[in-house]
């Protein structure tokens, strides 16, 4: 139950993503699909003859399509590797078809092995391993049908993806775990065990790919590159020139006459040093080093880039004349208090 | 205390671009608060043709203070004095600031020359004259310019021999020539004060 719990629980939270890509990516693949579409309509339909009375079976087989379903649209994700990945689900198919689930591990492992060979098949393999470990706990109870029935995934994932709103409270629903409860002998039990290994496998190996996918920008010739992606050529470009020159982040003129900064005072032709190029002391943008500065207020006190008077802004000598006369007020009101 | 650091480097980048400019400012003496400008005439004007030399006195308060310039070169000119060679230009008193360089007062004196202010006169005379015979204030300037402002292409013998035939004595021409560094107004000046 556990494990089956935990076989289930990645599923719907990995489907919604995939999903979309499946409806586009749909005719990618239906068009490589339909070569075994047929053969596999006739077996699935011979199949459910056969299986009627058994309705947990086909749930099972829904459940497994829908893990396959899911994992052949993860491999979807990776564009480049697409068809590779389509082209392993198959392999391992077969391996599962050939093979009873009580070898089911090692078609586990295979399925692993596939995704080991292929780095950007991760997703693909993997998933179809936990679609494998979903099908054995379904079929474990009838094992002659199962090799019918696992041909019939993709049959069925066909089918289940044209009513995919039906299709997604099924599998959750409680059929699902009666095969599991049925099947308790000991090749089960493994396959159990090999499935939480493996279901924590794919687990963290869809969240490994995913990131990969996700770290891996989008080609800016890909086709299927999200129009809202924004650029990030551009993007990059604009905020690492603007910090180059703006250093403190200042407004547009303040950024011009960065650009334009002197590397020396052109009043006194002084080298200026961080705090002189980055002081300020006219909005005309004219630039000064503070001795100069100083030694202007002193005099007249206007600007010699504009000829405005300096007072309009309140750097230096207002900060000091306004110290002085508050240090002055407060004098006044700290003797009336002791007054008083 | 003038900033002989800005001074110095005013000097060498003033130089650079002698030979685009025209302007030229070297110390008179071994101190740098005493300086002779030397401007082109503008083209197109009475001055055209002249140079024009400006006697400029670095204050302590320079670049502060507005450099104290006059033109030792005689210059019949409505904003200056054709006695004293004072020149009425704002940016030398109160519009001064201390972002201009001896090349740009120079460069603006060499404006004032190509574009006179008869409405602002440091020379009444003139002034008068600019304004109600503008021809004759032309050939006058242009008389002024040839007489004064172009003698300093003269080789030391033409000067010598001009001002001797002045009246002066050799011996003392000569002299006094050394000793003002060969302009010959300030020789004639010089010698005229004797």
Not at chain 2, 43 to 61: A, K, M
Not at chain 2, 72 to 86: D, E, L, M
Request: aromatic residues 6%; proline residues 7%.
């Amino acid at each position: 139950m556990i494990s089956d719990s935990i076989a289930n629980a990645p599923v719907p939270a990995a489907a919604p993503n995939p999903k979309d890509f499946a409806k586009k990516k749909r005719t990618n693949r239906s068009a490589k699909l339909k070569q075994c579409k047929l053969d596999a309509r006739r077996e699935q339909w011979l199949s459910q003859v056969k299986n009627k009375g058994s309705k947990d079976e086909s749930n099972g087989f829904r459940d497994s399509s829908m893990h396959e379903r899911d994992g052949s649209d993860r491999s979807l994700e990776n564009l480049e590797m697409r068809q590779r990945g389509e082209e392993n689900d198959g392999s391992i198919h077969h391996d599962s078809d050939l093979e009873s689930p009580s070898n089911s591990p090692t078609s586990n492992a295979s399925s692993v092995l596939g995704g080991n060979h292929s780095g950007t098949n991760y997703t693909g393999s993997s998933s179809s391993s936990s679609s494998s470990v979903g099908c054995c706990s379904g079929c474990i109870t009838e094992e002659e049908e199962d090799d019918g029935c696992l041909d019939d995934w993709e049959a069925v994932a066909d089918a289940l993806a044209a009513d995919d709103k039906q299709q997604n409270p099924s599998s959750d629903s409680s059929p699902d775990h009666e095969p599991v409860a049925r099947s308790d002998s000991l090749p089960e039990l493994t396959n159990r065990v090999d499935s939480v290994v493996q279901v924590s496998k794919p687990e963290c190996a869809v969240m490994v790919p995913r990131a990969q996918v996700n770290g891996q920008a989008w080609r800016p010739d890909d086709a299927f590159r999200p129009q809202s992606l924004p650029n990030l050529s551009k993007q990059y470009s604009f905020p690492m020139n603007s910090d180059r020159h703006y250093g403190r982040g200042a407004v547009s003129w303040a950024h011009k006459s960065v650009i334009s900064a002197p590397s020396s005072c052109p009043i006194c032709y002084e080298d200026l040093d961080i705090t002189d190029s980055s002081f300020l002391p006219c909005l005309c943008g004219f630039r000064l080093c503070l001795f100069c500065h100083k030694r202007i207020l002193e005099d007249d006190g206007r600007c010699p880039g504009c000829r405005k008077p300096y007072d309009l802004e309140p750097v230096e000598g207002e900060a000091s004349l306004n110290g002085g006369s508050l240090t002055f007020r407060l004098a006044r009101s700290c003797s009336m208090i002791t007054r008083s | 205390m003038v900033d002989f650091a800005r001074v110095q480097k005013e000097l060498q980048e003033c130089n650079r671009d002698v030979e685009v400019s025209g302007i030229k400012v070297s110390p008179k003496a071994d101190k740098l608060t005493h300086l002779i400008g030397t401007i082109p005439g503008p083209l197109g004007t009475p001055y055209e043709g002249g140079t024009f030399e400006i006697d400029i006195q670095l204050p302590d308060g320079y670049p502060f203070e507005p450099p104290r310039m006059q033109f030792s070169t005689k210059v019949w000119h409505p904003n200056i004095s054709s006695q004293s060679g004072a020149i009425c230009l704002d940016i030398l008193k109160d519009q001064w600031s201390p972002a201009l360089t001896l090349k740009t007062a120079l460069l603006s004196v060499q404006a004032l020359l190509s574009a006179p202010q008869p409405d602002d006169p440091q020379d009444a005379v003139v002034a008068q004259q600019y304004l109600r015979e503008y021809q004759t204030f032309v050939s006058t300037a242009r008389y002024w310019t040839e007489a004064f402002a172009k003698t300093s292409s003269l080789g030391v013998e033409e000067k010598v021999q001009k001002l001797v035939e002045m009246g002066f004595p050799e011996a003392l021409v000569r002299s006094t020539l050394e000793v003002v560094g060969g302009d010959e107004n300030l020789a004639l000046e010089k010698l005229c004060t004797v």
